[in-house]
């Protein structure tokens, strides 16, 4: 599986993006995908998640009700943010795993197979 992660760039406080992970390869197989991001001198930190059969999802406390996903995990995810602040910028990642994760463990980083490559976020004040 291969994933291609797309959609960042600069923007005011208060705007909004939208991030895009395509995968491609096999992708039957990936049933949860998420999103981490990491800023500079910081350690990656989860954003969000989803796992396919049903689309349950799992936001960081710092992003939910800002972010939301759509899109197909096995295609293109998309990860719409918006009420953007400076403390959202970072590298973003998309990742995807086989297993259909349950909800306490879709937040672990070492639990992902496959990573896409980063995009930049820039939130500007």
């Known amino acids: 599986v291969q994933l291609q992660a797309s959609g960042g760039g600069l923007v005011q406080a208060g705007g909004s993006l939208r991030l895009s992970c395509a995968a491609s390869g096999r992708t039957f197989t990936i049933n949860t995908m998420g999103w981490f991001r990491q800023a500079p001198g910081k350690e990656r930190e989860f954003v969000a998640a989803?796992?396919?059969?049903?689309?349950?999802t799992s936001y960081a406390r710092s992003v939910k009700g800002r972010f939301t996903f759509s899109g197909d995990i096995k295609n293109v995810l998309y990860l719409q943010m918006n009420s953007l602040k400076p403390e959202d910028t970072a590298v973003y990642f998309c990742?995807?795993?086989?297993?259909?994760?349950?909800?306490?463990?879709?937040?672990?980083?070492?639990?992902?197979?496959?990573w896409g490559q980063g995009t930049q976020v820039t939130v500007s004040s």
């Open positions: 989803i796992r396919s059969s049903g689309g349950s």
């Open positions: 990742a995807a795993d086989p297993r259909r994760k349950i909800l306490s463990s879709m937040s672990n980083a070492n639990e992902y197979d496959y």
